[in-house]
């Protein structure tokens, strides 16, 4: 059982440049957010979904967007980098409110 | 609006000694709190949780917390300190929220150190 994976594990980018951070689990999990962690402000929502086709923002949503076509892929994007998204991320997935979340390993991001 | 306190950002026990990690929250409903933690360079691993059943919460690795309402607290604790247990540890809020969802609130984190 995998669990919640997430792709890639490092990344360097370039002011500008776009990507997608990728995000999926195989536990069947309705909600799934994305959490971004800087050092001394513990994690911040950038944003979650309740189940497929239905997003919302967290409290940092601005320079990210996602989609949630299928129950296990949430992916994030970054549509033009800036290095005030350098940070790590993490995807946690879970079965419903107030459930346990279950986090990825975590995506570290570096933009130059 | 929900928010967690961690009153230390840093605190270091000698090997074998009691581990005390504080955190107060602040909740407009009745919340679900979590202690989490997080090895150097890993992931977040779930240690326990509390779901207004009872009080006492035993976690995995011999940690506990206590939650008090009257106090808002929700203070995580081990009897004696492993050097594997020098980590990140982070408290951690849920409410449920309009539209449904699952909103974390995180504390800034407390460093534990443990010295031989």
Redesign the interface.
């Known amino acids: 059982n995998a669990g919640v994976t997430q792709t890639p594990k490092f990344q360097v980018l370039k002011t500008g440049q776009s990507m997608t951070l990728q995000c999926a689990q195989d536990m069947n999990h309705e909600y799934m957010s994305w959490y971004r962690q800087d050092p001394g402000m513990g994690l911040r929502l950038i944003h979650y979904s309740v189940g497929a086709g239905i997003t919302d923002q967290g409290e940092v949503p601005n320079g990210y967007n996602v989609s949630r076509s299928t129950t296990e892929d949430f992916p994030l994007r970054l549509l033009s980098a800036a290095p005030s998204q350098t940070s790590v991320y993490f995807c946690a997935s879970s079965m419903g409110e107030r459930e346990t979340q279950y986090f990825g390993p975590g995506t570290r991001l570096l933009v130059l | 609006a929900q928010s967690?306190t961690q009153l230390d950002?840093h605190v270091s026990v000698s090997e074998g000694t009691p581990v005390l990690l504080r955190c107060n929250y602040s909740s407009s409903y009745s919340p679900?709190l979590?202690w989490?933690v997080q090895h150097p360079n890993?992931?977040?691993?779930?240690l326990l949780?509390y779901?207004s059943a009872a009080t006492l919460v035993k976690g995995i690795n011999g940690f506990e917390a206590e939650f008090k309402k009257s106090e808002t607290s929700f203070h995580l604790t081990k009897p004696s300190a492993h050097m594997s247990d020098a980590a990140e540890y982070?408290c951690v809020v849920?409410e449920?929220f309009t539209?449904?969802?699952?909103?974390?609130t995180?504390?800034?984190?407390t460093q534990l150190k443990v010295e031989l």
């Not at chain 2, 539209?99 to 974390?104: A, D, E, M, Q, V």
């Not at chain 2, 995180?106 to 984190?109: A, P, S, V």
């Open positions: 967690v950002s679900s979590f989490y890993k992931g977040l691993q779930l949780k779901t982070f849920s449920g539209g449904g969802g699952n909103k974390l995180f504390g800034t984190g």
